[in-house]
């Protein structure tokens, strides 16, 4: 099999994976260069305090060079409204774009905007990935705050929002109550479900399966799905891809970096928001790396051709 067509059929069918439209341009934005929170578990090393982070123009030159549709999905080095004062508007003033469609990764401490958008600018918020990052909400005393934010969000884009909590096996101790002040103060007023996922880095042990088994069965259906593996087993059937990456594909960085792929170094270099340079590529990459999360995002768009030995190509 080599299709890409085969691809929306094989990618599995799922809560958390983003809806992205083929005449999308796909932008992963790292826009925000700070996060008011310390996880155990996160991925950047160190955690972003203080850097600088994109603004409302950086972020327009990037629009401005594009055609068409646009999806932007806010994900990545810090948290998307801990660099932002609420007089920025930057979600807003993004919004007033009807080309743009965005997702937003927030850890949910402090979320501007959203309780003052209107309805067809809401409409474009197709995703939001809200994690309930406990153990930290109790050391910054931010419990009332997300529980607040949670609420609003829920209020206002219910179907769109996956609640999640990482499950990091150094954390343990704190999942049982975790879930249970979910259970009491969200989840009794908003039955939203969530997902538990698995700290990438952190294998989980058989108490550790334990414990999760037990809270199952404690919590029922307020647990949505518990996620393991990661991307790469996704692609293992293939020997490689045809990647937009460069002209359907970019991913932004904080600190204005523009790359037509962070994964592949020939890649990295497409521009700079700060400096109002851009540079995209002419032509689609074949790529031998494939096993990103967003390499999954592109692929789940069906913008990727998928390649086996022995196979013939297929056209995009
Ligand atoms: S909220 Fe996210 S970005 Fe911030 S420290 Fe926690 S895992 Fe890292
Ligand atoms: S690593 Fe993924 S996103 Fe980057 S070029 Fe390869 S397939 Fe595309």
């Not at 996880?39 to 982070?53: T, V």
């Not at 979600?91 to 997702?103: H, K």
């Not at 904080?254 to 400096?275: F, S, T, W, Y």
Request: with cysteine; hydrophobic share 40%.
């Amino acid at each position: 099999m080599s299709s890409n067509s085969a691809c929306e059929t094989w990618l599995p069918e799922d809560e958390l994976q983003l809806h992205i439209e083929r005449d999308e341009t796909i932008v992963f934005a790292s826009s925000s260069g700070h996060c008011n929170l310390d996880c155990s578990y996160c991925i950047i090393s160190p955690i972003a305090k203080h850097q600088p982070s994109l603004s409302y123009d950086d972020l327009r030159f990037v629009l401005d060079q594009l055609n068409g549709r646009v999806f932007m999905i806010f994900s990545g080095t810090g948290d998307f409204f801990a660099a932002q004062r609420r007089d920025d508007l930057l979600l807003t003033r993004l919004l007033e774009d009807p080309r743009l469609s965005v997702a937003l990764d927030i850890n949910g401490v402090v979320v501007h905007c959203i309780d003052t958008l209107p309805a067809e600018a809401l409409a474009r918020i197709r995703q939001v990935n809200l994690t309930l990052h406990y153990r930290q909400l109790v050391d910054h005393n931010a419990l009332r705050h997300w529980q607040r934010n949670a609420l609003m969000l829920l209020q206002r884009l219910e179907p769109v929002v996956c609640v999640n909590m990482i499950l990091s096996a150094p954390e343990q101790a704190v999942w049982e109550p975790a879930l249970e002040w979910y259970e009491a103060n969200v989840h009794r007023e908003s039955p939203k479900p969530l997902h538990l996922i698995q700290d990438v880095n952190r294998p989980l042990t058989a108490a550790d399966d334990n414990v999760i088994a037990h809270l199952q069965q404690r919590f029922g259906s307020m647990i949505r799905s518990v996620r393991r593996g990661s991307f790469a087993q996704v692609f293992e059937p293939f020997d490689y891809v045809t990647c937009p990456a460069g002209q359907e594909y970019f991913r932004i960085w904080h600190d204005g970096r523009i790359q037509a792929c962070p994964n592949v170094p020939e890649l990295h270099d497409c521009g700079h928001a700060k400096e109002r340079r851009f540079a995209p590529r002419t032509a689609p990459l074949d790529c031998h790396d494939a096993r990103h999360c967003d390499c999954y995002h592109i692929a789940s768009a069906g913008k990727m051709v998928f390649h086996r030995a022995g196979h013939n190509p297929a056209s995009r």
